[in-house]
């Protein structure tokens, strides 16, 4: 019981990935210039926007809209189109609630919502087989959005075509009623939208200098549990090369690659609530919902401590089955993998979800209680994760979000394909990772989502100090450094780090003090109780 109940939590934290920093003009620093960023896609000629470190083609359409009778299912090509289309805006966020902190603060009630954003470094044209690097948010499967990331200084200093994408979200990506399988068994319309967006680069990237056969896919969080499910997917074999996953390898948001007979009595639920009935009208019902109603029951579930939402399922054709399972298995694309996480990654959630005050030992005792089901399990726990300990009880309980959530399946994926593939981990461990704006005040640690501003420029953040901005050229080195060759080490001069194996020192840290440089194995565990819940067998 006591492995089952935490197992819920970690899937509800993981649930509000990605809502750290996020920034709603990606693609501002790049400065209207000269007509020479027009450039030929399958679909039609588009015109960008020219800057002194490259070009963005914003809002480029890569599917069509999924509105109507394509309102859940697969995406179909976007229609083409004549002369030339200006692609320097971005297109909408897919259909989203508003969100406290990510995503957008009004939210989306935008169908249309299929487009990708791609930027180049300067001087990319046709034949320069650069690589490729495409991004998949984070968000919980519930918000966010490819335009929320601005790839513009990554792409420059990696010399790499950089790609950010939009797919479904919340019931409008991962409903699953029977009644949606009757001519196609493939459900997880998000996961498609992702594969299509991977199918669109491979067919259009050379045309803006990229090399269609040296694509990087690198996710956060959700973003990241999305990559695990394309590197177990069929339908994404062939279609990249290398895989990174950030804070959220193969650790489902909602529900966690459950069996599809499972998902749907959560969707059944759902579609009862907007007065559609299983029968077989139900879909031309739900089809018949203005979006405003999709969203409504969306956010009626706690994201920390529910486990229920939307997210993957196990359909039998995207996805056939348990994503960490398969890559246990060894049954996932043969390729190189980056993975990682941040040491507080736990932090935000408990943030989010008790503000600034935390919460008293008497409340922290109870909440085990409530998640185990046992107080003797509870007070285990406790005596592992003691105040004493992390100073104060809101923080032990982040400890144990960060090490269920996060470190245990990182862990675990790590050590299950090292042998079959050439793997690296990390952990990103900067304690002054700075914060948005409003929580500027806020000292929570290397937090979850605090590395992706190292990356991909966050303007709605803080600047980083000279300590931290060459932490961040060392990480767009190693990323892209990997892009190029599958190796962090091979390429632009960075820090070696060493393959992960389960014999010798295996994770990177990332830290603007560069030491200690790694972390053994036993290290790792040991700072994340790793062999405890082993034991008791907290994620299976």
Known sequence: MLGGRLAGLAAGVVAVAGLAVVAPDAGAAVRDGADDGVVSTDAGMIRGVVGERGRAFLGVPFAQAPVGELRWRAPQQAASWSGVRDT????????????????????????????????????????ADLPVMVWLHGGGFVIGGGSLYDPEALADKTNSVVVTTNYRLGALGFLALPGLTAADPALNFGIQDQQAALRWTRGNIENFGGDRDRVMLFGESAGAASVCVNLTSPRAEGLFHRAVMQSGACAFARPGGKPVADKYARSQKFAAKLGCPDGPAQIDCLRGKDVKDLLGPAGDENPLLSAEGWGPVVDGAVLPGD?????????FHRMPIMLGTNRDEGRLFTYLAYGPRGI???EYRKLLVAMT???AAANTIAGIYSTQRYGTPVNALSAIITDTGFAFN???????????????????????APLSPALTDLRIGAYHGGEIQYLLTMPSTPLLND??????????GYWGNFAATGNPNRGAAVPPWPAFNVFSTPYRNLNP???????SLGAYQLTHNLPFWKFVGALG
């Open 467 to 476: 300590a931290q901005r060459a932490l961040s050229t060392q990480m767009m």
């Open 373 to 375: 089901g046992s107080e």
């Open 88 to 127: 320097v805006s971005p297109g909408p966020l897919c259909a989203q609630n508003p969100s406290p902190a990510g995503g957008s603060p009004t939210g989306s009630t935008a169908e249309d919502c299929l487009y990708l954003n791609v930027y180049t470094p300067a001087g990319a044209r046709p034949g």
């Open 360 to 362: 008293t030992e008497d």
């Open 410 to 432: 990182t862990d675990r994926v790590a050590k299950a394909i090292s042998g079959r593939t050439p793997t690296y981990a990390y952990e990103f461990t900067d304690a002054d």
């Open 323 to 331: 994503p960490a399972g398969r890559m246990e298995a060894g049954k």
């Open 513 to 519: 003090s560069g030491s200690p440089a790694t972390f």
